[in-house]
Structure formats: structure tokens, C-alpha cells
């Protein structure tokens, strides 16, 4: 089965930290742009990171930038958010997902189940 599994959500103060982790299995991600969405209750679903299926070049989101890191490790199947300087508006369930390069030979995106990040004090 094709699945990725997120880690790392909690509980955490403003201005704290958070490192959040996918694990893909079933299929590799060295062929997928890894992506982290997120969404807060009554809004929509924003990209918040991306990330090139080579690791060679990384977009984020304005509300992010500067605080978010997106990263792979294609040996071991995985990406990673850093997250740090939270922000309450950070709150929201975020999801990872894993878009493949040519969607004209294939088009179906892999999406995790989500893990909850809840920025309070």
C-alpha cells in the first residue's frame, strides 16, 4: 500500500519549535515534488512548502517564509518541516503530499492523513 504517515505535531508555545517528519511507504518519493499543506478550521487549505523531487530548489508560502524549512532525504523515504518561531496562526492540521513529476504519465497525488500543530500559550 502507498501511504505517508506525518509526525511530529503537538502542542507548542509561540515562538517555539516544531519538526514534523513523512515517512512514505509503498512507493519511493525520489520521483515526487513533496509538498506541506495545511488547514485551519474554517479556511481553506494553503501550501505552506515545496520541495523539487531532486531536493534542488524550495518554494514557501509568504506567511512562512523565513521560519519554515522543507527538506528530504530520499534514502530514507521522508520529508521534513522544520518549524520555528510559531505562531498561533500556525495552528492547523497539516498535511504532507506527494505530487508526481509528470502528470501526464501518471496523476495521482499521495496525501497523508495530517498531523495537528497547535501554537498556545
Known amino acids: 500500500q502507498m501511504q505517508l504517515v506525518e509526525s511530529g505535531g503537538g502542542l507548542v508555545q509561540p515562538g517555539g519549535s516544531l519538526r514534523l517528519a513523512c515517512a512514505a511507504s509503498?512507493?519511493?518519493?525520489?520521483?515526487?515534488?513533496m509538498n506541506w499543506y495545511r488547514q485551519a478550521p474554517g479556511k481553506k487549505r494553503e501550501l505552506v512548502a515545496a520541495?523539487?523531487?531532486?531536493?534542488?530548489?524550495?518554494n514557501y508560502a509568504d506567511s512562512v517564509k523565513g521560519r519554515f524549512t522543507i527538506s528530504r532525504d530520499n534514502a530514507k523515504n521522508t520529508v521534513y518541516l522544520q518549524m520555528n518561531s510559531l505562531k498561533p496562526e500556525d495552528t492547523a492540521v497539516y498535511y504532507c503530499?506527494?505530487?508526481?513529476?509528470?502528470?501526464?504519465?501518471?496523476?495521482?497525488?499521495?496525501w497523508g492523513k495530517g498531523t495537528l500543530v497547535t501554537v498556545s500559550s
Open positions: 503530499n506527494a505530487a508526481p513529476v509528470n502528470r501526464i504519465l501518471y496523476n495521482m497525488d499521495y
Open positions: 520541495i523539487t523531487s531532486a531536493g534542488s530548489s524550495t
Open positions: 509503498g512507493f519511493t518519493i525520489n520521483n515526487y515534488a
